[in-house]
């Protein structure tokens, strides 16, 4: 049984910074993807940013510049560093992980809500 488990979502203002966590555990491939996506009101789910265990990272537009993606292997762990938030940035985050392609495995965790807003 795989758990992810996300932290440090919250109100921030329109400039301000957020950092968000995710722990994985259980037994999990050595060679995978972890990543966020998020979720508006009335919108479809949409990338925020992946990165594999070998390092290799890749954004979603929107984000470009602004946010950064990094993982520690060792703890299983993705983190997602927030800069120059914007009120459209306001979505529920998602933790995803997965790996595999003949018998592939997805995970999400329960999400966690940013809100950008004066």
């Known amino acids: 049984q795989v758990q992810l488990v996300e932290s440090g979502g919250g109100l921030v203002q329109p400039g301000g910074s957020l950092r968000l966590s995710c722990a994985a555990s259980?037994?999990?491939?050595?060679?995978?993807?972890m990543g966020w996506y998020r979720q508006a009101p009335g919108k479809q789910r949409e990338l925020v940013a992946t990165v594999t265990s070998g390092g290799t990272t890749n954004y979603g537009d929107s984000v470009k510049g602004r946010f950064t993606i990094s993982r520690d292997n060792a703890k299983n762990t993705v983190y997602l560093q927030m800069n120059s938030l914007k009120p459209e940035d306001t979505a529920v985050y998602y933790c995803?992980?997965?790996?595999?392609?003949?018998?592939?495995?997805?995970?999400w965790g329960q999400g966690t809500q940013v809100t950008v807003s004066s």
């Open positions: 259980g037994s999990i491939f050595s060679l995978n993807v």
């Open positions: 995803n992980l997965q790996w595999g392609l003949i018998n592939p495995k997805d995970y």
